[in-house]
């Protein structure tokens, strides 16, 4: 068996008394100098600035967005929602559904059809005069407002206007 070379023997002392984790992850402590504290202020300045640049940027963007999206849409004829007496479409894009209800009083109302405890479907209920929920038994009067069940936000209002026999959604209450 051939003894180690004195070179051989002293990188053999140092493997065996650095610890396991720096034999794994050697890390150049020499190279510690080129992050100084201030450049990492410099840093976290300028990351935080760009941060605050970007959210202005989506909630300008957003804010046109959704502007957009609140132009007029045909809702239906007002004949057809006579007969049936509420009428589902949908506003302000296809993924938005509501409901237009011709109250007893002959007053055209309508609003989102998400309920606003767990975003179930509402429907128009004659016999209870409101908006009813069948997830867990929510209802809403014909104002939008809350009267029985889980949820306690109004249904956000959609506001239509009529042109002859036609109805229009024009825009939307938050
Ligand atoms: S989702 Fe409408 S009452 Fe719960």
């Given at each position: 068996?051939?003894?180690p070379?004195?070179?051989?023997?002293?990188?053999?002392?140092?493997?065996?008394?650095?610890?396991?984790?720096?034999?794994d992850?050697?890390?150049?402590?020499?190279?510690d100098?080129?992050?100084?504290?201030?450049e990492?202020?410099?840093?976290?300045?300028l990351?935080?600035?760009?941060?605050a640049?970007a959210?202005?940027?989506?909630?300008?963007a957003?804010?046109?967005?959704?502007r957009?999206?609140?132009?007029?849409?045909?809702?239906?004829?007002?004949?057809s929602?006579e007969?049936?007496?509420?009428?589902?479409?949908?506003?302000?894009?296809?993924?938005?559904?509501c409901?237009?209800?011709?109250?007893?009083?002959?007053?055209?109302?309508?609003?989102?059809?998400?309920?606003?405890?767990?975003?179930?479907?509402?429907?128009?209920?004659?016999?209870?005069n409101?908006l009813?929920?069948?997830?867990?038994h929510?209802?809403?009067?014909?104002?939008?407002?809350?009267?029985?069940?889980?949820?306690?936000?109004p249904?956000?209002?959609?506001?239509l206007?009529?042109?002859?026999d036609?109805?229009?959604?024009?825009?939307?209450?938050?």
């Open positions: 068996m051939n003894n070379t004195e070179d051989e023997g002293c990188a053999g002392c140092k493997a065996t008394t650095s610890p396991k984790w720096r034999q992850f050697p890390i150049e402590w020499e190279g100098h080129y992050v100084s504290r201030r990492m202020v410099k840093f976290l300045t990351g935080s600035l760009l941060l640049l959210n202005w940027a989506a909630a300008l957003s804010r046109f967005l959704h957009g999206s609140r132009a007029e849409r045909y809702v239906g004829s007002a004949a929602l007969q049936t007496g509420s009428m589902l479409f949908r506003y302000p894009t296809n993924e938005d559904p409901i237009a209800v011709r109250t007893p009083a002959g007053k055209l109302v309508a609003y989102s059809q998400v309920c606003t405890h767990l975003s179930c479907a509402v429907v128009y209920d004659k016999s209870e409101g009813f929920c069948p997830c867990h929510g209802l809403f009067n014909l104002e939008g407002q809350p009267i029985a069940g889980p949820p306690t936000r249904l956000p209002r959609v506001q206007q009529q042109r002859g036609q109805i229009y959604a024009i825009g939307l209450e938050a």
